[in-house]
């Protein structure tokens, strides 16, 4: 089982919300109080994710990055849907994207996308999996619907 790391209240959230990966645990400093991350620990809870709060530091050393705000998750593989379960709608918008080898710029791509009302995206066959985090903060959790 592949597990791939999520950092921020944003990608968090978003894996959560978007169901396209089991989310495994969620490590979230115990000083952690605001109502985006109350939000996040409860749809957690909801869906019977662990959650273990940890002092900043232990997950600072953790996390890949320093932009965590305190809160990461440990994911499974993304899901993908079907072409079928896409274009049985009336109508779709699917987007072609090649070419793109950078997971910030193919983040932006994503959130740009989703921000148009794309229904789907066609990549070519590659392995994101080991920049998930980049792709999930980089889209601003659009990746992850």
Same mark, same amino acid.
């Given at each position: 089982?592949?597990?791939?790391?999520?950092?921020?209240?944003?990608?968090?959230?978003?894996?959560? @919300?978007?169901? &396209?990966?089991? #989310?495994?645990?969620? !490590? +979230?400093?115990?000083?952690?109080?605001?109502?985006?991350?109350?939000?996040?620990?409860?749809?957690?809870?909801?869906?019977?994710?662990?959650?273990?709060?940890?002092?900043?530091?232990?997950?600072?050393?953790?996390?890949?990055?320093?932009?965590?705000?305190?809160?990461?998750?440990?994911?499974?593989?993304?899901?993908?849907?079907?072409?079928?379960? @896409?274009?049985? &709608?009336?109508? #779709?918008?699917?987007? !072609? +994207?090649?070419?793109?080898?950078?997971?910030?710029?193919?983040?932006?791509?994503?959130?740009?996308?989703?921000?148009?009302?794309?229904?789907?995206?066609?990549?070519?066959?590659?392995?994101?999996?080991?920049?998930?985090?980049?792709?999930?903060?980089?889209?601003?959790?659009?990746?992850?619907?």
């Amino acid at each position: 089982m592949e597990t791939c790391i999520v950092e921020g209240n944003i990608s968090v959230k978003a894996v959560l @919300l978007g169901k &396209k990966r089991k #989310v495994h645990k969620i !490590l +979230v400093d115990a000083k952690k109080k605001d109502k985006d991350t109350a939000f996040i620990l409860h749809k957690a809870k909801e869906a019977q994710v662990d959650i273990t709060y940890m002092k900043r530091e232990e997950i600072d050393a953790l996390a890949t990055g320093k932009t965590h705000g305190g809160i990461i998750a440990y994911c499974g593989q993304r899901k993908y849907q079907n072409l079928e379960e @896409l274009v049985n &709608k009336k109508q #779709v918008f699917l987007a !072609l +994207v090649e070419g793109v080898e950078d997971p910030f710029n193919f983040g932006y791509v994503l959130r740009t996308l989703y921000a148009a009302g794309c229904d789907g995206v066609l990549v070519p066959l590659r392995n994101w999996t080991t920049a998930a985090d980049v792709v999930t903060r980089a889209s601003a959790g659009a990746s992850e619907y």
